[in-house]
Nanobody
Framework: QVQLVESGGGVVQAGESLRLSCEAS????????LGWYRQAPEKERELIAY???????YYVDSVKGRFTIIRDNAKNTMYLQMDNLKPEDTAVYYC?????????WGQGTQVTVSS
């Protein structure tokens, strides 16, 4: 079973950028979909971006134009480039790989944006 490990979280000021990485222990091509979720304190986990094996990525409106999901099959790694960060982006970010109804989750990485 392929495992996913996130990295790249941290504390930044509003307007700055961060790049999250999600490295797979095996081939990420095995996943039909790779995506990023986040969970803010006292809120439910929400899907913010995903990319299928082929085709255009999807972004939730709150991050569209600021976040970019990159799927690098050759490196078995997925990235989330986050630009112009806002305090409301503060959350634990999780990467997710899905094939059919089977989901694989990373352990999460904290992103904190100060104003």
């Amino acid at each position: 079973q392929v495992q996913l490990v996130e990295s790249g979280g941290g504390v930044v000021q509003a307007g700055e950028s961060l790049r999250l990485s999600c490295e797979a222990s095996g081939s990420i091509f095995s996943f039909e979909s790779l995506g990023w979720y986040r969970q803010a304190p006292e809120k439910e986990r929400e899907l913010i971006a995903y990319k299928l094996r082929f085709g255009s990525p999807y972004y939730v409106d709150s991050v569209k134009g600021r976040f970019t999901i990159i799927r690098d099959n050759a490196k078995n790694t997925m990235y989330l480039q986050m630009d112009n960060l806002k305090p409301e982006d503060t959350a634990v970010y999780y990467c997710n790989g899905r094939t059919g109804s089977f989901n694989t989750w990373g352990q999460g990485t904290q992103v904190t944006v100060s104003s």
